[in-house]
C-alpha cells in the first residue's frame, strides 16, 4: 500500500496541488484511508477532477459513493465551496503548509508506516536531521507528574532532540513548557484539529510558542474540529514520529496507552515512569512496565537509550525563590516523602493545626509546595518549567464545553491481556 | 337555633381564629358551609354528619348553614371539624348553649366520632387566647406549650357531648408516655481522626459560620454534619417556641415535653420540591425545610445534585433570615434562620481529592459538575472544607475522639465571649468593627497581604476570613489581636473548590 502510492506520485506536489490535497481533506467524512485511496496513483488536481464527475471506483471512496449517492453530491458542493482560492489563501492566512511524503520536511518514518497520514499540515518547522522523543501522559495528572514531565522535556531538548507531544491539557502540556525553557528547543505537536482553533483553548499561547520552536503538525486542514475520534488517530502519529515514546503518567485505561500500543506496534521503544504501587495517576504506566516498557526514571535513561551524551543535560539557572527559613524546611523535608494533607502532616510532626496550616499555605505561597484538593506536594526546582497556564489548569474554569466528549481513554480495551500486545481488534476509529 | 364556637386555622406558620356560626332552620335538608372554606373544610360535611350520627344522634334534616367568620381568607385544614360538630350540636339542642361559653375547639373527626389529631395545633391554640382549649389527646404536648387557658383534652365526640350536654367532668387522659429524656444526638466521639473537619464543625457552631465539606464518598461528610446540631447550644424560650410553632405547623412531631428545645436538623432529599424547601404549596402555604430548620441547622447533603432554582432561592433567605412566601391569594412571612450545612463530592466519579490524581474526570468535567453550585451560594459559605477517607489507624484505632460534651462547652464558651464581647456570633460582625474586634498581629497581616497580593483573596473574602480567624481564636480560648496561625487555618478551611494556584505565578516577579 505504502510503496504503491510512493511510486505512483513521483514529482512533489505543486502549490496548487497541495492546495488540492487540502480542498479534498476538508470534505465531510474524508477519513485517512479515503483520502489516501483518491490520491493513489493520480495528482492531487486529478483526484478533485475525479471527485467532481463521480467518477471514483476505487475502494474505499467508491464504496461510500456508491452507498449513500447523497455524498457525490455534498461532495460537489463542498468543492464549489472549498475553492482553490478560498482555500490557499486560509492556508497562507495560518501560515500552514501542506506537506506530501515525497517533500524533503516529510519525517522519514511515515514513509515505511503501515498507516500513514496521505498529507500533513504544518505550522512551523519540521527539521528531519533531529532525533524525535515524545512525551505523553494524562491529562488529570498530579504535581510531581507535571515536574517530571517539564523535566524530561527540559533534558531532552537541552540535549538536542525534538519533543513530540500531543499539546493536551496536563502531562503534553508540561513536557513541552519544560522543552521550551532550554536554550534551543525543537518542538513538534501532533494535533488532532486543524490549525485555526488551537485546542484546547488554554493552551493556545502553548501552541503558538510551539511553532516557533518546532513545527504544530495535524493530518487534517484549518477547519476541522477536535472531534474525539480524531485524537486517537493523531496517537499514531505522535509514535510513528518518534524514536521513543515515554509515558509519564497514565491511567489504568489512559489515551497515552494507546500512543505506546501504536508505539509498539511500530516498533518504536515505549518507555514508562513508574509510580507508587496503587497510585492511580500511574496505574497506567506500572501496567506498560509490566508489559515490558522500558522502565526510566530519568533524563539520563532516555539519552543512554539514545547513545546520547547527557553531560549537563538540563542545566537551570540559579533558583530564585526564597529560602524556606527553619521549620519550613521541616515540613519541606516531610512533603517531599509523598504528598500530605494538613491533617496529616499536623499529626506526623505532632504540630498544631494552625501552625502546620500557616507553614504549607507559607511554602505554597513561596512556590516550594503546591496544593491541590487538599493535597500538598513538594515542588523541586524543576516546578519552574511549568508556567501558570500549565499546572493551573488544574481548576480554572472550562473554556469550553467539547472536552468531555473526547475520552480517547475510553477505547482501550484493558480486557486483553497486555496493553502493548492489545494489537488491533479496537480501532474504533474507522 | 343559632351557635358560634370559637376555632382557629392555620396559615403558613401563623393561627388565624375563626368563629364558626352554624344556623339551623326550617327548610329542604341540606349542610352548606360558606366563608371560603377550601376543600378539605368543605368535605368536613360529611365526617361531621356521620360522626354525629354515630354517637347516636339524629342528624338535623332541616337546612344547615355553617359560616366561618371572618369570611375573607381562605381556610384550610380539617381542624375545624369537632367546631363544626359542636355548633350543630348546640343548634340543634342537644349541647346547651352556656355550656360553650368560653371555650375554643381544635380536631379533625373520624366517621366513627374519634377526635383526631392535626398539624398546626400550637399557633393555631396561640391566637386562642381568650377561651380554653379542647384539643385532640395527640395534640396535647402542642397545645400545651401555646394556651394562655387551659388545655381540655378529648377522644370522641360521645365524651364532648357528655361533658358538655350533661355536666360529666373532662375526662382525664393521661399525658402521652414521655420518655424521660431528648432522644440522643450523635457524638462526635464516634468520627476518628478528620482534625480538620472537627475542627471547622466546632467553628461553625463557635461562630455560626455556614459550613461547606468537600470530599470523596465515604469520607464521613454525613456523620461529621449531623454531629452540627450536638454542638450547638438549647434553644432560648423565644426562639424555642418559635421552633415549636413551625413545626406544629408543619406536621413534624414534637420533642416530649412539646417545646423545640433543641436545635432542629433537617437533611431534606435532593430531590425536594422548591415549595417543599422555602414553604408554600397553594393557598396554605406550609412552612418548608428552611422554616423548620430555623434555629438550627439546614443540611444538604449532594448539593449539586438539587435544582439550580432550589438552591437559588436560599440566598434572599440566607440574608435576611425570614422568607417571604407569597402567592396570588395570599402571603405570609416564615422564620428562616437557618445554619446551613452542605456536602458535596469534589467532581463527578467522586475520587477528586482521595490522593493525589486519584481522579479520572477531568478537569473541565469537574468544574462543570462544581458550577452546578452557583457562586453567590458558594460564597455565603465561610468554612469550605476538604475531607479526606480517614486514615486506616484512625478508623482501626479504638481511641474515640473528643466528645460532643467537650467540644460543646468550648462552643458554649466562645459564643458567651463573641456576644459578650459584640452582641453577635462572629459570622455577622459588621465589617466596620472588624479592626476593633478582631485586630492582626503583624504576622497575621502580612500572610493575608500575601494572599490578597496573589489575588486569591477578594475584598469580601478578606473580611470573611478575618471573621472565621476571629472564631478560630476564640475556640483556642485566645481573646486578643489574631495571630498568623489563626488566619491561616482560616484560610485553609477556606480551600475546598479554590481553583488550584499556578507554580509559575511567583516567577513573574
Redesign the interface.
Known amino acids: 500500500m505504502v510503496g504503491g502510492m510512493t511510486s505512483a506520485s513521483v514529482a512533489r506536489w505543486t502549490s496548487d496541488e497541495r492546495i488540492a490535497v487540502a480542498r479534498l481533506a476538508g470534505l465531510d467524512q474524508m477519513t485517512t484511508a479515503r483520502l489516501r485511496s483518491l490520491l493513489l496513483g493520480r495528482r492531487p488536481g486529478a483526484a478533485v477532477g475525479r471527485v467532481l464527475d463521480g467518477a471514483v471506483e476505487h475502494e474505499p471512496v467508491g464504496r461510500l459513493l456508491r452507498r449513500d449517492p447523497a455524498v457525490a453530491h455534498r461532495w460537489r458542493a463542498q468543492l464549489a465551496e472549498r475553492s482553490a482560492a478560498r482555500i490557499g489563501a486560509e492556508l497562507a492566512d495560518l501560515d500552514v503548509r501542506v506537506l506530501g511524503p515525497e517533500d524533503p520536511e516529510w519525517p522519514p518514518p511515515l514513509l515505511v508506516d503501515p498507516d500513514p497520514p496521505p498529507a500533513l499540515f504544518v505550522c512551523g518547522r519540521l527539521d528531519t536531521t533531529v532525533r524525535r522523543v515524545a512525551v505523553v501522559g494524562t491529562r488529570n495528572p498530579t504535581a510531581g507528574g507535571l515536574e517530571i514531565a517539564a523535566r524530561f522535556g527540559h533534558g531532552l531538548a537541552s540535549a538536542g532532540v525534538a519533543v513530540v507531544s500531543g499539546l493536551a491539557l496536563g502531562i503534553d502540556g508540561a513536557a513541552h513548557r519544560g522543552a521550551l525553557a532550554a536554550a534551543e528547543a525543537s518542538l513538534v505537536a501532533v494535533v488532532a484539529n486543524g490549525h485555526d482553533r488551537p485546542y484546547p483553548k488554554r493552551h493556545a499561547a502553548l501552541w503558538r510558542e510551539v511553532t516557533r520552536h518546532g513545527a504544530v503538525v495535524s493530518e487534517w486542514p484549518p477547519g476541522t474540529a477536535p472531534e474525539a475520534h480524531r485524537f486517537p488517530r493523531r496517537n499514531r502519529i505522535i509514535a510513528a514520529m518518534s524514536e521513543a515514546v515515554i509515558v509519564v503518567e497514565s491511567r489504568e485505561r489512559g489515551g497515552s496507552l494507546l500512543t505506546a500500543r501504536d508505539a509498539a506496534e511500530r516498533g518504536v521503544e515505549v518507555m514508562a515512569v513508574p509510580g507508587a504501587p496503587g497510585a492511580r495517576a500511574a496505574a497506567g504506566t506500572n501496567k506498560l512496565v509490566q508489559d515490558g516498557a522500558a522502565l526510566v526514571v530519568d533524563v539520563d535513561d532516555v539519552l543512554t537509550f539514545l547513545q546520547l551524551d547527557h553531560s549537563g543535560a538540563g542545566r537551570l539557572p540559579a533558583d530564585p525563590r526564597p529560602a524556606p527559613s527553619g521549620d519550613e524546611m521541616v515540613v519541606l523535608g516531610a512533603l517531599r516523602d509523598g504528598p500530605t494533607t494538613v491533617d496529616r502532616l499536623a499529626g506526623r510532626l505532632g504540630l498544631d493545626l494552625g501552625v502546620a496550616a500557616m507553614h504549607l499555605a507559607r511554602l505554597e505561597r513561596s512556590g516550594w509546595a503546591f496544593e491541590v484538593d487538599g493535597w500538598f506536594e513538594a515542588l523541586d526546582e524543576w516546578a519552574r518549567l511549568l508556567d501558570s497556564a500549565g499546572v493551573g489548569e488544574q481548576g480554572t474554569p472550562a473554556t469550553r464545553g467539547d472536552a468531555a466528549s473526547i475520552t480517547p481513554e475510553r477505547q482501550v480495551n484493558s480486557g486483553v491481556g497486555s496493553v502493548l500486545g492489545a494489537v488491533g481488534a479496537h480501532d474504533v476509529c474507522s | 337555633m343559632y351557635a358560634r364556637i370559637r376555632s382557629g386555622v392555620l396559615f403558613g406558620a401563623r393561627g388565624h381564629g375563626v368563629d364558626v356560626e352554624v344556623h339551623v332552620a326550617n327548610g329542604l335538608p341540606a349542610f352548606q358551609i360558606v366563608g371560603l372554606p377550601d376543600t378539605t373544610v368543605r368535605e368536613s360535611r360529611d365526617r361531621v354528619r356521620a360522626a354525629i350520627q354515630s354517637t347516636g344522634r339524629k342528624f338535623p334534616d332541616v337546612r344547615v348553614t355553617v359560616n366561618l367568620a371572618p369570611s375573607e381568607p381562605r381556610k384550610s385544614g380539617s381542624g375545624l371539624d369537632v367546631a363544626i360538630a359542636v355548633g350543630v350540636l348546640v343548634a340543634d339542642g342537644h349541647i346547651p348553649p352556656e355550656a360553650i361559653a368560653g371555650l375554643g375547639f381544635v380536631g379533625e373527626l373520624g366517621l366513627d366520632g374519634s377526635i383526631r389529631p392535626v398539624a398546626g395545633v400550637a399557633p393555631i391554640v396561640g391566637v386562642l387566647d381568650d377561651v380554653d382549649v379542647v384539643v385532640p389527646v395527640g395534640s396535647e404536648r402542642e397545645a400545651v406549650v401555646a394556651a394562655s387557658g387551659r388545655v381540655r383534652t378529648v377522644s370522641h365526640l360521645v365524651e364532648l357531648i357528655d361533658t358538655l350536654g350533661f355536666d360529666a367532668p373532662w375526662p382525664d387522659h393521661p399525658p402521652e408516655h414521655d420518655a424521660a429524656t431528648l432522644p440522643s444526638e450523635p457524638d462526635l466521639a464516634d468520627v476518628r481522626?478528620?482534625?480538620?473537619p472537627r475542627?471547622a464543625l466546632e467553628l461553625a457552631a463557635a461562630g455560626g459560620h455556614h459550613l461547606l465539606f468537600v470530599g470523596p464518598p465515604g469520607s464521613g461528610k454525613t456523620m461529621l454534619a449531623s454531629r452540627l446540631p450536638g454542638l450547638l447550644p438549647s434553644l432560648e424560650r423565644d426562639a424555642a417556641l418559635d421552633a415549636t410553632m413551625v413545626h406544629s405547623a408543619a406536621g413534624v412531631a414534637l420533642p416530649p415535653g412539646g417545646l423545640v428545645v433543641r436545635p432542629p436538623f433537617r437533611c431534606p432529599h435532593h430531590t425536594s420540591s422548591q415549595a417543599s424547601i422555602v414553604g408554600g404549596g397553594t393557598h396554605t402555604l406550609r412552612p418548608g425545610e428552611i422554616s423548620i430548620a430555623s434555629g438550627g441547622v439546614l443540611f444538604l447533603d449532594e448539593l449539586p445534585e438539587f435544582a439550580p432554582t432550589v438552591l437559588d432561592t436560599l440566598r434572599q433567605p440566607l440574608e435576611a433570615g425570614v422568607v417571604h412566601v407569597a402567592r396570588a391569594a395570599a402571603s405570609t412571612t416564615l422564620p428562616a434562620r437557618f445554619q446551613l450545612v452542605a456536602a458535596m463530592n469534589?467532581c463527578p466519579c467522586g475520587?477528586?481529592?482521595e490522593?493525589?490524581?486519584?481522579?479520572?474526570?477531568?478537569?473541565?468535567?469537574a468544574?462543570?459538575y462544581v458550577?452546578r453550585v452557583s457562586g453567590p451560594l458558594l460564597d455565603r459559605f465561610d468554612l469550605r472544607v476538604?475531607v479526606?477517607p480517614p486514615?486506616v489507624e484512625h478508623i482501626m484505632s479504638a481511641e474515640p475522639g473528643e466528645s460532643t460534651a467537650v467540644v460543646a462547652e468550648r462552643v458554649a464558651t466562645a459564643r458567651d465571649l463573641a456576644s459578650f464581647r459584640q452582641g453577635c456570633l462572629n459570622a455577622f460582625l459588621p465589617a466596620p468593627l472588624l479592626d476593633d474586634v478582631a485586630p492582626l498581629t503583624t504576622d497575621a497581616r502580612r500572610?493575608l497581604r500575601?494572599?490578597l497580593e496573589?489575588g486569591r483573596l477578594s475584598g469580601r473574602g478578606y473580611h470573611r476570613v478575618r471573621r472565621l480567624a476571629r472564631t478560630?481564636a476564640d475556640v483556642?480560648g485566645h481573646d486578643g489581636a489574631i495571630g498568623?496561625?489563626?488566619?491561616?487555618?482560616a484560610?485553609?478551611l477556606r480551600?475546598?473548590l479554590?481553583?488550584?494556584?499556578?507554580?509559575?505565578?511567583?516567577?513573574?516577579a
Open positions: 481522626g478528620q482534625r480538620m475542627l469534589p475520587s477528586r481529592g490522593s493525589p490524581g486519584a481522579c479520572s474526570c477531568g478537569a473541565d468535567r468544574q462543570r458550577a476538604n479526606e486514615e500572610d500575601a494572599e496573589l478560630v483556642a498568623a496561625s489563626h488566619v491561616s487555618t484560610l485553609e480551600r475546598a479554590r481553583p488550584a494556584q499556578s507554580v509559575g505565578r511567583w516567577l513573574a
